[in-house]
């Protein structure tokens, strides 16, 4: 079974500061993708980043980054300069690289709010 | 803007009524998704079309019927629902399936509400 944790259901940052969402996945597969996503109140899910499994180095966008540990299977997002703007639901999500359907496994997600 | 786009952006309907959810996209892509989603819980998955063919039904109820008329259409038909079926319903796309590193990209959902 493909299960994916975020044990973080609401945080709360600075404008400006750093903050680390956490995440964990559990699969038997080896060959995998993983995914953040952000839902802001105006509900449309937006991709923040991306990362293939079998890339060891961390992929980053922006402000966003990630820190991908394939062996303990965690994918925390770390959000740098924290924007009003970033206030969202994150979701965790992956998908399996084999799985001809593209499905997604997401998270329970983290609402984050960045205040002023 | 998004390029996914669903209409209407909120439904009020009764449980006789019949009524549907239209997604359009123009990028191209294959395959499409639609996708139940309650208060502060993830995304459910319904339906996947691929080339305008049903690839996953997970299960929904057959109040539920979707409908693929052609490649950037996607069309979620409801009838007789039941209060439980108030949700937001997003609907997505992605190039095309068989390769799980292709992101999804979602529309702005419809906001339906079941009395």
């Known amino acids: 079974a493909q299960t994916v944790t975020q044990s973080q259901p609401e945080m709360s940052v600075q404008e400006a500061e750093t903050v680390t969402l956490s995440c964990t996945y559990d699969?038997?597969?080896?060959?995998?993708?993983l995914f953040w996503y952000k839902q802001p109140p105006s509900r449309q899910m937006i991709l923040v980043i991306r990362q293939e499994a079998y890339k060891q180095q961390n992929a980053t966008e922006n402000r966003f980054s990630v820190n991908f540990q394939k062996a303990a299977k965690s994918f925390s997002l770390k959000i740098s300069d924290s924007q009003l703007g970033d206030t969202a639901m994150y979701f965790c999500?992956?998908?399996?690289?084999?799985?001809?359907?593209?499905?997604?496994?997401f998270g329970s997600g983290t609402k984050l709010n960045v205040k002023p | 803007d998004t390029e996914v786009t669903q209409t209407p952006k909120h439904l009020v309907m009764g449980m006789t009524n019949k009524k549907s959810l239209k997604c359009e996209q123009h990028m191209g892509h294959r395959a499409m998704y639609w996708y139940k989603q309650k208060a502060k819980k993830p995304p459910e998955l319904m339906f996947v079309y691929s080339y305008e063919k049903l690839s996953i039904n997970e299960s929904v109820p057959s109040r539920f019927s979707p409908e693929c008329p052609n490649s950037s259409l996607l069309n979620l038909h409801l009838h007789a629902l039941q209060p439980e079926d108030s949700a937001l319903y997003l609907c997505a796309s992605s190039q095309d399936l068989g390769q799980g590193h292709q992101p999804q990209h979602f529309g702005d959902g419809t906001r339906l509400s079941i009395l």
């Open positions: 999500a992956f998908t399996l690289t084999w799985d001809n359907f593209n499905k997604f496994y």
């Open positions: 699969t038997s597969e080896n060959n995998y993708y």
